[in-house]
């Protein structure tokens, strides 16, 4: 089964270490100030030329307050005043990058993050979504992944009927924990009521898929209670469910620092939340799909598992991973085949730059050959827990144990070890070794030597 989990806490203990998410490779730590808004637009014009279908990323930076542990980018005001200019410059970011691309090209996924996207009115958001319909073909027969996340605290049914008619259909909302001990320690009090609120519009209005975000690690949190905020959001039957591992990184992510260290949980308790959680989501039906994310056996992430389709991209598991990603908004990044690019990260920066009628790109790579082939095999540890050599043969024309001669002492290791299988002809991770894929993957990046000074979360 590809769901199936074996819990070793020795191994875990052993291998448990700091390192990237792969949401990419190369990752974002390497991209570099050398690619601009001239690559970004040669990649549009390639991507029209060859015809891609799309998945777009909206970054809306806002929020009313600010919660201790959160590490996006962000902008904490309660002037929603503020939401106009933004969204201004906005509809000209679209302007600027769609008149690149194709009206053949249709957009497949959609996904708004931040911030609080529903910090814009509902005049904001239509008026946003009439400019994305006006300058690209977003798929309009609700079989697109359209996505949006939602704050419990700052939406009610209008909100989720307006979304609704916007054409969203799939809703992901942050919850964390459910003890309001644990809540007044991060800044974000939100009870179970107003959660529950949420995904009831969401089934009675008919949105396909509710995700539900939960941290372990936080502060003051403890196995049990831990345990129950989990049972109850079990009890909600979300379609996905993630749970991330809190990475307390004060030095980078001011908020950060207004959480009592003293008051985060042990190295032991933690890892007790983790396996306690994984039991309960396993025996209520859920499938573990890789990293932190759970989904139901008819969940198309799931599906996509199961039937070798799985893909992973800048948004997380996905099953569009064949689209060309284009980020709008600050800090946003896109992916247009071997090109990486991010906007400025800095909201005053990223406005002057559109009101100067450019790109805002400040950063980003693009792939080299060798760039591309530990990629393609990061990127099927990750998804399907296996790679099969010669499929890499045929993809990219090199040996296996050749190309990658200096990972294969450690990969022996760990398959002495039990957490993978490595023969003659593929590389299977076994259950043992599935919560620690990203280690695995680690074994197959190029660049992390010269990433030790970066601060990353623990894989586990």
Same mark, same amino acid.
């Given at each position: 089964? &590809?769901?199936?989990?074996?819990?070793?806490?020795?191994?875990?203990?052993?291998?448990?270490?700091?390192? =990237?998410?792969?949401?990419?490779?190369?990752?974002?730590?390497?991209?570099?100030?050398? %690619?601009?808004?001239?690559?970004? /637009?040669?990649?549009?014009?390639?991507?029209?030329?060859?015809?891609?279908?799309?998945?777009?990323?909206?970054?809306?930076?806002?929020?009313?307050?600010?919660?201790?542990?959160?590490?996006?980018?962000?902008?904490?005001?309660?002037?929603?005043?503020?939401?106009? =200019?933004?969204?201004?410059?906005?509809?000209?970011?679209?302007?600027?990058?769609?008149?690149?691309?194709?009206?053949?090209?249709?957009?497949?996924?959609?996904?708004?993050?931040?911030?609080?996207?529903?910090?814009?009115?509902?005049?904001?958001?239509?008026?946003?979504?009439?400019?994305?319909?006006?300058?690209?073909?977003?798929?309009?027969?609700?079989?697109?992944?359209?996505?949006? !996340?939602?704050?419990?605290? !700052?939406?009610?049914?209008?909100?989720?009927?307006?979304?609704?008619?916007?054409?969203?259909?799939? %809703?992901?909302?942050?919850?964390?924990? &459910?003890?309001?001990?644990?809540?007044?320690?991060?800044?974000?009090?939100?009870?179970?009521?107003?959660?529950?609120?949420?995904?009831?519009?969401?089934?009675?209005?008919?949105?396909?898929?509710?995700?539900?975000?939960?941290?372990?690690?936080?502060? /003051?949190?403890?196995?049990?209670?831990?345990?129950?905020?989990?049972?109850?959001?079990?009890?909600?039957?979300?379609?996905?469910?993630?749970?991330?591992?809190?990475?307390?990184?004060?030095?980078?992510?001011? =908020?950060?620092?207004?959480?009592?260290? +003293?008051?985060?949980?042990?190295?032991?308790?933690?890892?007790?939340?983790?396996?306690? +959680?994984?039991?309960?989501?396993?025996?209520?039906?859920?499938?573990? %799909?890789?990293?932190?994310?759970?989904? /139901?056996?008819?969940?198309?992430?799931?599906?996509?598992?199961?039937?070798?389709?799985?893909?992973?991209?800048?948004?997380?598991?996905?099953?569009?991973?064949?689209?060309?990603?284009?980020?709008?908004?600050?800090?946003?990044? +896109?992916?247009?085949? @071997?090109?990486?690019?991010?906007?400025?990260?800095?909201?005053?920066?990223?406005?002057?730059?559109?009101?100067?009628?450019?790109?805002?790109?400040?950063?980003?790579?693009?792939?080299?050959?060798?760039?591309?082939?530990?990629?393609?095999?990061?990127?099927?540890?990750?998804?399907?827990?296996?790679?099969?050599?010669?499929?890499?043969?045929?993809?990219?024309?090199?040996?296996?144990?050749?190309?990658?001669?200096?990972?294969?002492?450690? &990969?022996?290791?760990?398959?002495? @070890?039990?957490? &993978? !299988?490595?023969?003659?002809?593929?590389?299977?991770?076994? =259950?043992?070794?599935?919560?620690?894929?990203?280690?695995?993957?680690?074994?197959?990046?190029?660049?992390?030597? !010269?990433?030790?000074?970066?601060?990353?979360?623990?894989?586990?």
């Amino acid at each position: 089964m &590809l769901d199936s989990i074996r819990w070793d806490t020795d191994l875990i203990r052993r291998y448990d270490q700091a390192g =990237p998410r792969y949401t990419s490779y190369p990752t974002a730590v390497q991209f570099n100030g050398r %690619i601009g808004s001239f690559e970004l /637009l040669h990649a549009l014009r390639g991507s029209r030329h060859a015809g891609r279908p799309l998945s777009l990323y909206v970054h809306i930076p806002f929020c009313a307050n600010v919660c201790y542990y959160c590490a996006c980018n962000k902008v904490i005001t309660k002037d929603h005043g503020r939401a106009l =200019p933004y969204l201004e410059r906005l509809e000209k970011e679209i302007e600027l990058v769609a008149c690149h691309l194709g009206p053949q090209q249709v957009v497949e996924q959609l996904h708004l993050g931040g911030g609080t996207p529903t910090f814009f009115s509902h005049d904001e958001l239509r008026r946003l979504m009439a400019a994305l319909r006006r300058h690209f073909h977003l798929q309009d027969d609700d079989h697109g992944d359209f996505s949006i !996340e939602i704050d419990p605290r !700052e939406a009610d049914w209008s909100t989720m009927g307006l979304l609704r008619e916007l054409g969203f259909n799939r %809703i992901s909302i942050g919850v964390q924990d &459910l003890d309001p001990q644990v809540q007044r320690a991060v800044n974000r009090m939100q009870t179970l009521e107003q959660t529950t609120t949420i995904i009831d519009a969401a089934r009675t209005l008919q949105y396909r898929s509710v995700n539900i975000d939960l941290i372990y690690g936080l502060p /003051l949190q403890t196995p049990a209670g831990f345990a129950r905020s989990v049972e109850a959001i079990i009890g909600l039957q979300p379609d996905r469910l993630s749970l991330f591992n809190y990475a307390h990184l004060p030095e980078r992510f001011m =908020p950060q620092r207004r959480i009592e260290a +003293s008051q985060l949980p042990s190295p032991v308790d933690k890892l007790a939340m983790l396996q306690r +959680s994984i039991e309960q989501l396993t025996d209520a039906g859920y499938r573990y %799909i890789g990293m932190d994310h759970f989904a /139901l056996p008819d969940d198309d992430l799931a599906m996509a598992q199961e039937d070798g389709l799985l893909q992973r991209n800048f948004q997380g598991y996905t099953t569009h991973g064949h689209c060309d990603l284009i980020g709008l908004g600050v800090s946003a990044i +896109s992916q247009l085949g @071997d090109l990486y690019c991010q906007n400025a990260s800095d909201i005053g920066a990223y406005q002057e730059a559109i009101d100067r009628g450019q790109l805002t790109t400040a950063r980003g790579l693009r792939c080299n050959e060798d760039d591309r082939i530990r990629r393609f095999v990061i990127q099927k540890l990750i998804c399907d827990f296996e790679l099969q050599f010669a499929e890499l043969q045929r993809a990219h024309g090199v040996e296996f144990r050749t190309y990658f001669a200096d990972a294969l002492p450690m &990969l022996e290791q760990m398959a002495a @070890d039990g957490l &993978l !299988e490595l023969d003659d002809t593929q590389l299977l991770v076994q =259950p043992a070794g599935r919560l620690l894929i990203r280690a695995i993957c680690m074994q197959f990046d190029h660049y992390l030597p !010269e990433q030790r000074g970066q601060r990353f979360s623990r894989v586990v």
